[in-house]
């Protein structure tokens, strides 16, 4: 089994839909987790890091959920500029572990 | 923020050369940086961690004498494609984290884009 698994989409949305990604993953003894959100042919470039208390950052919200070993993306009022591959990260004892991307098209 | 810089951005060289690719944390101390390769379409594959002052640890399948990998300094990681073949060719990229704490996110350099002709 992966250690972190992700839907490899496309999701193919128009501007202004709510999307939400859910990631999971295999170790419970996990300690960190993240968004990274990857343009194509670029770096990832950290999108958000993810607290157990959930965390919001305009659009962007971010929810861990230890017991089912999930963590969750939302997305609000889609813009054309969130099209890319979102990459969750989970982190464990200095190494981490990435999921294979969700790629978002935001249509017009 | 953190800054990681990674050099060169692209590279074309011809089959059975060694290419060299450098890897800076700019603005903090890691003693742990990470090489990934990334084929198109595919997801991040990590290749190594690289360790400051002691040998990195390869990920399966992995050959450690064709990726050299060389962290002589806290700031400082080399990644050496030895010999490289077509096969090669691929978006390799590095990172580091700022340490163990809890929360500490990578970062990334900018890639490289390797072409072997």
């Known amino acids: 089994r992966k250690e972190v698994e992700q839907d490899p989409g496309p999701f193919n949305v128009p501007e202004g839909a709510t999307v939400a990604f859910n990631c999971t993953y295999s170790?419970?003894?996990?300690?960190?987790f993240f968004w990274y959100r990857q343009d194509c042919r670029k770096e990832p470039k950290l999108l958000m890091s993810?607290?157990?208390s959930g965390n919001e950052d305009g659009r962007f919200t971010a929810q861990l959920n230890r017991a089912s070993q999930y963590i969750s993306l939302l997305i609000r009022d889609s813009k054309l500029s969130d099209s890319a591959t979102y990459l969750c990260?989970?982190?464990?004892?200095?190494?981490?572990?990435f999921g294979s991307g969700t790629k978002l098209n935001v249509k017009p | 923020g953190a800054v990681v810089s990674q050099h060169p951005s692209w590279v074309i060289c011809k089959s059975g050369t060694s290419v060299k690719i450098e890897c800076r944390s700019l603005?903090?101390?890691?003693?742990?940086m990470f090489w990934y390769r990334q084929f198109p379409k595919q997801s991040l594959m990590l290749m190594a961690t690289?360790?400051?002052?002691?040998?990195?640890?390869?990920e399966q399948g992995v050959e450690k004498d064709k990726f050299l990998i060389n962290h002589a300094s806290l700031t400082l990681s080399t990644l050496t494609v030895t010999s490289a073949h077509p096969e090669d060719s691929s978006f390799y990229i590095c990172?580091?984290?700022?340490?163990?704490?809890?929360?500490?996110?990578?970062?990334f350099g900018n890639g490289t884009r390797l072409t072997v002709t």
């Open positions: 603005d903090f101390q890691a003693t742990t």
């Open positions: 170790n419970s003894a996990s300690q960190s």
């Open positions: 993810v607290y157990s």
């Open positions: 990260v989970v982190e464990n004892f200095n190494k981490f572990y």
């Open positions: 690289s360790n400051e002052g002691s040998k990195a640890t390869y």
């Open positions: 990172s580091a984290g700022q340490g163990s704490s809890y929360n500490s996110p990578l970062h």
